[in-house]
Nanobody, 120 residues
Framework: VQLQASGGGSVQAGESLRLACAAA????????MGWYRQAPGKQRELVAS???????NYADSLKGRFTISRDNAKNTMYLQMSSLKPEDTAVYYC???????????????WGQGTRVTVSS
């Protein structure tokens, strides 16, 4: 398994969750990483991305609530989600791709997805 996401669950609105994505070392060291999400009946959308050098980029609607980070020693990327809303309910996927901070291009490296459910 090259990418493995974890940390999803069911929470109440206003609570926080931290997702993790463990990656194979060769992938983690070579590529930018990103979090996507797909809500029921909707297209998959980019949530945030981070370059190998730590430059981050966020979907405009999520700035201030979500924080992406990476731990190079653990080959793991994180998504700290706070003040969660019911509309954040989705399956969250991690991805490895190309990016410079101003853009993110996903490659065909996907984790299996972790489900986040936010109740009002």
């Amino acid at each position: 398994v090259q990418l493995q996401a974890s940390g999803g669950g069911s929470v109440q609105a206003g609570e926080s969750l931290r997702l993790a994505c463990a990656a194979a070392r060769n992938i983690f060291n070579s590529y930018a990483m990103g979090w996507y999400r797909q809500a029921p009946g909707k297209q998959r959308e980019l949530v945030a991305s981070i370059t190998t050098g730590g430059i981050t980029n966020y979907a405009d609607s999520l700035k201030g609530r979500f924080t992406i980070s990476r731990d190079n020693a653990k080959n793991t990327m994180y998504l700290q989600m706070s003040s969660l809303k019911p509309e954040d309910t989705a399956v969250y996927y991690c991805n490895a791709g190309l990016g410079s901070g101003g853009y993110y291009l996903p490659l065909d490296f996907w984790g299996q997805g972790t489900r986040v459910t936010v109740s009002s």
